[in-house]
């Protein structure tokens, strides 16, 4: 009982930080991020919902990788369906509540005091697979857990056989959540198909939040195949990982009353779910560097879409001006010429062609720099990374983030892309020095600032509140 007090003490205290920290992060959104996203067409931020959403854990694995009874495990009792075939076609966010209960997708998506609002845009077919099951357990007091579909074979890479944008909702839930904990088991060490889909196309920059789980030690038969199993899965996660490291891997297992007598020692993969669990535990002090990530990976995005459109804008602008003074030098002059002509009686023809001329320079010089702009703006679109490139060069030599900078233009290059293309360079206005000044400073100063506050503010509260109990 005093365990379960602690437990709810620590929760609301941790709420509490995280709800200040939110505010915090909001604001520096509305005043600094939004009026820069405004002037350049930018993509939408997170919603306040998102904002103040639980922290959220995400598990997702190939359908027999014991990702459901893991959770079982995790929570004490049996909350979702196991099996070797798959059971469960869902994505089923496991959350708080008074008393059990459950909600379907479209119940989900429409109510305004949750934060998944989001999710309607993949669709009917994905929201009849989409439920909530709420119960009275203590550790979805600070958390709200997300179990996935199995990954399978049979998937295409469009519509992965389900339907719905599969690939899409769990890039979506990736994005929000704190804690990532991707399961293999033995029998399929990496080589699911929708599994490395999933890796390559939907959890690419959450490294930092990925943890992931060969599942089922217990069931080895000897070594060998033990190091055979896992030198597979490193190889093939490293075929589409696209870091230096590979995420650490836990190697563990989950008791199931009547399996086996295991054949190796479980000392170490007892120890490796502990670890596990700990880290899944930790998902609420996560939230607050996830939160601040997730303001810092928007702002260098805003950052590059903003300069890489303001180069495009300055070409076009800077080629305008060459073509209007190539025509309307000479057509202004010709007028002039026409107008002197006439007020001294030249003869005849001479005033009627300087001013002929210049109606035709005019005319021509119109269209001619429509029809060149129009062009130079479809070059420079189609060919936007020769600007990023010559922008960051400095960024990705001398300061060696090549890799990171990289990989977070191939996300906002489509943004950028579609901007420019849709609505037209002139709906991209060029930021004031204002603007990116207070979004360098939000880099380099604002966000770490608040990273190390709100850090040691959950670090402090919850060594007092376990002080406290402990007397």
């Not at 003490?9 to 915090?24: A, G, M, T």
């Not at 014991?66 to 004490?76: E, Q």
């Not at 943890?211 to 080895?220: I, S, T």
């Not at 320079?361 to 600007?387: A, R």
Request: net charge neutral.
């Amino acid at each position: 009982m005093l365990a379960l007090r602690l437990g709810v003490v620590q929760s609301e205290i941790v709420k509490d930080v995280l709800k200040e920290l939110s505010h915090s992060v909001k604001s520096l959104y509305e005043e600094v991020f939004d009026p820069l996203a405004e002037r350049t067409a930018f993509r939408k931020r997170p919603t306040d919902g998102e904002l103040f959403g639980e922290p959220l854990v995400l598990l997702i694995g190939n359908h027999s990788s014991g990702k459901s009874t893991f959770i079982n495990h995790l929570l004490g009792q049996e909350i979702q369906r196991t099996g070797m075939a798959p059971t469960d076609d869902n994505f089923t966010l496991i959350t708080y509540g008074d008393r059990r209960e459950e909600r379907d997708g479209a119940a989900i998506v429409s109510n305004p005091e949750l934060s998944y609002a989001g999710l309607s845009r993949f669709g009917p077919e994905f929201l009849s697979h989409f439920q909530m099951r709420k119960l009275p357990n203590v550790l979805v007091r600070d958390m709200t857990l997300v179990d996935s579909p199995g990954t399978i074979d049979a998937a295409t890479r469009d519509s992965s056989g389900r339907g719905y944008d599969f690939e899409g909702v769990v890039r979506w839930f990736a994005e929000r959540a704190d804690a990532v904990i991707l399961f293999f088991d033995p029998d399929r060490p990496g080589t699911t198909t929708e599994t490395l889909s999933v890796l390559t196309n939907s959890l690419v920059r959450m490294d930092h939040k990925l943890m992931v789980v060969m599942n089922k030690m217990d069931q080895f038969r000897s070594l060998r195949d033990f190091a055979r199993c896992y030198g597979t899965l490193c190889w093939n996660l490293g075929k589409v990982i696209n870091k230096k490291d590979i995420p650490q891997i836990f190697t563990t297992y989950v008791p199931v009353p009547g399996a086996p007598e295991p054949v190796l020692p479980l000392d170490d993969f007892e120890s490796a779910r502990e670890e596990l669990v700990q880290e899944i535990k930790r998902a609420p002090a996560r939230r607050v560097d996830n939160v601040l990530t997730q303001a810092s990976t928007h702002a260098e995005a805003l950052k590059i879409h903003v300069k890489v459109g303001s180069v495009v804008l300055k070409k076009l602008r800077e080629l305008r001006a060459f073509l209007q003074f190539a025509f309307l030098t000479p057509a202004v002059l010709l007028l002039v010429l026409g107008v002197y002509g006439l007020m001294e009686s030249w003869v005849g023809w001479l005033p009627a062609l300087g001013l002929g001329l210049a109606a035709v320079l005019g005319v021509s010089g119109h269209y001619v720099t429509k029809f060149l702009l129009q062009k130079k703006e479809e070059e420079l679109i189609d060919n936007l990374d020769p600007i990023f490139e010559d922008i960051f060069r400095e960024d990705r030599v001398i300061r060696n983030r090549s890799e990171d900078l990289v990989m977070l233009w191939e996300g906002v290059k489509p943004i950028t892309r579609k901007t420019l293309k849709e609505l037209g360079a002139k709906s991209f206005h060029l930021p004031k020095g204002k603007h990116m000044r207070a979004l360098e400073t939000a880099l380099e100063e604002k966000i770490p600032a608040l990273r190390a506050e709100y850090s040691r503010k959950i670090s402090n509260r919850e060594v007092s509140v376990s002080g406290q109990w402990s007397r």
